[in-house]
């Protein structure tokens, strides 16, 4: 019975013109290539698997700044609720160092509606599913067709000397083109490559945001600082418009002379310019949150009798911790990106090296084609298939290969500098910030020391001008002196904030958080 079972497949196998009549031996062919198939596949996903990658060995370049800041006194006693020093700014969410509530809402509105930072996000996008494409050349991509024809022959055309029209041909089947086995890495560099660049992007959007929040911060203290010197110039022309109106009524009576009553014009014109000149500037500032925020921000921004909030108690965090410098620029995005935008060159160094070396690429297809509907999914009567290895060996394109491996070469050594770099011009910027925190309280102290001891002054040069001791010029340079005292002491005021609002920035404060690319 064994022998009687396997006689009519030797047959098959034997004899050519048998396999057409004996359904049996074609199940026993169509087994044989699915065998030799699948051998094949699985021979192509071992050296795919097994294939080498000539990326260079990445090195982080050491930091080209030492790992203390110059000034030793920079790091600030921690009170209470105010950040430990284990925390960095990158920890500290804009909502804790900001506790001003209008300007929370100000940023979350910049956050939402500007422009820059949409472009930023859809750059990230982008970026994404660049690395996508990429990642996608690593598999083959097998696309599925189906179709059917028919042709005919006109009557003069044809050898019997009738028209003649064929049956329908019709096919279905799958096949893969030119798929690279990645034998020496070349698209698994690429693939790196895009996806360095890719999170290189997402550190940039990151950059973006902190940026964002520093200058939607700094735009709201502007605008509160022009206010206050609006309000400043204000008081001091009534001040100075009821002075001038009792010289001038003295003037009247010719109790003073025309000097005092031109003097005191002088003054009280000049303080009339100081408010249109801050309400210009006021104006402005309101327009830049416009930008910044959208048009919606003019609720949270306009003037109004029940806003207690003001220059001087606005909520900010004054005591953020310094930290290492190591532990504080390698968190900043923008030292980040630049650190993948290395690695991205050094990836394509790998893809350089790879191209000098031969390409092997598999095309092949499986289907079936048949007249008939009903048995056009009948291996024995209706399979095709095909099978294409190719393999491409660089030989008069090798002076090319190798300087784009020299110019990628050369361009990782420009990453790594543009890196070191990049380090550098932190390291002064949160150096510089900090040493001006250290300086700005100290001097807005003595800047409203200086306030008090112009505004006794003041006093004492009006009692001895009521008392006739001295003439009026006193009193105008006394005017003049606590005007501009005033002025310096809120915009040192602004300027300390500012020192605050960049400091947060530079340390990496309000970083944007960020996950893993799939």
């Keep these: 019975m064994t022998n009687n079972s ?107 509606n500007n422009r820059d930072m949409r472009v930023a996000l859809l750059n990230i996008e982008q970026a994404k ?19 059917m024809s028919r042709s005919g022959i006109a009557e003069d055309n044809s050898q019997t000397g ?43 959007a990151s950059s973006t945001r902190i940026a964002l929040v520093a200058q939607t911060a700094d735009a709201y203290v502007n605008l509160l600082a022009q206010r206050k010197l609006q309000h400043l110039a204000q008081e001091t022309y009534t001040a100075q418009k009821v002075t001038y109106d009792v010289i ?15 003097q005191a014009a002088t003054s009280t014109e000049s303080a009339k310019a100081s408010i249109y000149r801050y309400k210009r ?110 393999i491409s060996i660089p030989i008069f394109s090798r002076g090319a290969l190798n300087a784009s491996l020299d110019s990628a070469t050369v361009g990782e050594k420009i990453a790594a500098a543009q890196y070191e770099g990049a380090i550098q011009t932190a390291f002064r910027e949160v150096a510089d910030q900090l040493v001006a925190r250290r300086h700005y309280k100290d001097e807005l102290d003595a800047q409203n020391a200086l306030v008090s001891a112009t505004r006794q002054a003041y006093d004492l040069s009006k009692a001895r001008y009521d008392n006739g001791i001295d003439d009026f010029l006193a009193v105008l340079d006394s005017q003049r002196s606590l005007f501009s005292a005033e002025q310096d002491a809120i915009s040192l005021k602004q300027a300390y904030l500012s020192n605050l609002i960049n400091l947060y920035k530079v340390m990496g404060g309000g970083k944007m958080e960020t996950s893993n690319a799939n």
């Excluded at 990658?53 to 790992?67: G, N, R």
């Excluded at 001038?248 to 031109?262: F, I, P």
């Design 248 to 262: 001038k009524s003295q003037y009247d009576a010719g109790s003073t002379d025309q000097l005092a009553l031109a």
């Design 162 to 204: 009738k028209a003649m029209t064929g049956d329908w041909m019709m096919t279905a089947g799958v096949g893969v083109t030119a798929y690279e086995l990645d034998l020496f890495g070349r698209v698994r560099s690429l693939s790196q490559n895009a996806l360095e660049t890719f999170l290189a992007t997402r550190e940039a």
């Design 6 to 112: 396997h006689g009519p497949a030797r047959s098959v196998m034997n004899t050519p013109a048998r396999p057409t009549t004996n359904h049996e031996g074609h199940v026993t062919i169509c087994r044989g290539f699915h065998r030799t198939w699948i051998t094949a596949a699985v021979a192509g996903l071992l050296l795919f698997t097994a294939g080498c990658s000539f990326i260079p060995e990445y090195k982080q370049p050491e930091m080209p700044v030492t790992d203390a800041w110059p000034d030793e006194n920079v790091q600030p006693a921690a009170g209470a609720g105010q950040p430990t020093a284990a925390q960095t700014a990158a920890d500290i969410a804009y909502q804790d160092y900001f506790t001003s509530r209008t300007l929370q809402q100000i940023i979350a509105m910049a956050l939402e």
């Design 129 to 147: 599913a660049a690395y996508r494409i990429k990642k996608s050349d690593e598999l083959p991509v097998a696309a599925g067709s189906a179709g």
């Design 281 to 390: 500037l006021a104006a402005q500032a309101e327009n830049a949150l416009v930008y910044l925020a959208g048009s919606g921000v003019y609720d949270l921004i306009k003037p109004c009798e029940t806003s207690l909030e003001t220059i001087d108690n606005i909520g900010v965090l004054t005591q953020l911790p310094a930290g290492l410098p190591s532990r504080i620029l390698l968190s900043r995005p923008d030292i980040q990106a630049a650190e993948h935008q290395l690695k991205a060159a050094n990836a394509s160094i790998g893809a350089a090296r790879a191209a000098l070396y031969p390409t092997i690429s598999l095309t092949g297809s499986l289907g079936f084609a048949s007249q008939g509907l009903s048995y056009l999914f009948d291996p024995s009567r209706s399979l095709s298939w095909t099978f294409s290895p190719n």
